[in-house]
């Protein structure tokens, strides 16, 4: 990955100072989330969201595979993620960056980690045919919190997929086409949306969902994965400043506000695409 150009010392002294007056140079007031838009495509699991001007596409497939030997009775949920040349030039297609990695890790823990998924309800035949969900997620624009953006891109297309409808018949296993016989949906059992916040000034002064210019200049950030059972999923925390416990705690009332938002924008947008 080709190094990013520094912000200037008056463009980050112009953030900390607005920062500390409560604003923020896109306008928004620290705890504001940017705009989200969420597009389906016309065929089962496929996700677009906007965040802001950052960019993500999802896309769930699903194919018969042999499960993993210590766990027979159980599905396979992979994740992959891919950068797009558009989306920043000072990406580095040839070479997967460790924010890719870091982006991927954090995807990964709060969808399948969190168990959100019942992966048992993708076994077919015990130990010998399991469906093997793969998510791929190509980022296409980047203008800061890829974290979110992906998280909510990975939930939505796997919400919105649908597998094939499979019948077992002693040996004989049958998998039906979708235009014979209605797709089966997931069974997901909760909704785990990312919320990343971005620290600065020692840690007195925090962000919701920032944008680029904002990840550069931050001094710590930290991803806290939660649902509207008020359950924390996850919590990552790359480097950085040190937090105290209560920042912590201020941090996940925040998140769990910005969760029920985002997950009635999910749920609102699924619906609207059934009717």
Same mark, same amino acid.
Request: charged letters at 25%; proline letters at 4%.
């Given at each position: ?52 001007k ?20 159980e ?15 000072t ?5 997967? /960056?460790?924010?890719?990695v ?14 959100? @998924? ?7 035949? /015990? ?16 203008d ?10 990975? @939930? ?36 785990? @949306? ?11 002064l ?25 359950? @924390?999923?996850?919590? /990552? ?11 912590v705690?201020?941090? /996940? ?23």
């Amino acid at each position: 990955m080709v190094k990013d150009t520094d912000p200037s010392i008056n463009e980050s002294t112009f953030l900390l100072e607005a920062l500390k007056q409560g604003r923020r140079v896109d306008g928004r007031e620290v705890y504001d989330m940017r705009s989200i838009e969420i597009t389906l495509g016309n065929d089962y699991g496929y996700a677009e969201v906007r965040l802001g001007k950052t960019k993500v596409a999802a896309h769930v497939t699903a194919e018969v595979v042999r499960p993993y030997t210590d766990r027979p009775s159980e599905g396979v949920l992979l994740f992959n993620t891919e950068i797009s040349p558009m989306a920043a030039p000072t990406f580095d297609t040839s070479n997967r /960056s460790e924010e890719e990695v870091l982006i991927s890790r954090i995807v990964e823990k709060a969808l399948r980690r969190s168990r959100a @998924i019942d992966t048992e309800g993708l076994c077919i035949v /015990s130990g010998e045919k399991v469906w093997q969900i793969r998510v791929d997620l190509l980022f296409l624009d980047h203008d800061g919190n890829l974290v979110d953006c992906a998280c909510i891109a990975a @939930i939505t297309a796997l919400l919105h997929f649908r597998r094939p409808d499979v019948t077992v018949s002693g040996e004989e296993v049958t998998i039906h086409p979708i235009d014979q016989r209605n797709p089966v949906p997931l069974s997901i059992h909760h909704i785990p @949306i990312c919320i990343t916040f971005a620290f600065f000034n020692n840690g007195e002064l925090l962000v919701v969902d920032p944008n680029h210019l904002e990840e550069q200049c931050k001094e710590g950030n930290m991803t806290i994965t939660m649902n509207i059972n008020k359950e @924390i999923c996850a919590l /990552s925390k790359a480097g950085g400043i040190p937090l105290e416990m209560d920042q912590v705690l201020r941090c /996940s009332q925040i998140a769990l506000i910005k969760v029920t938002e985002v997950t009635e924008l999910i749920q609102k947008t699924l619906q609207d695409n059934k009717s």
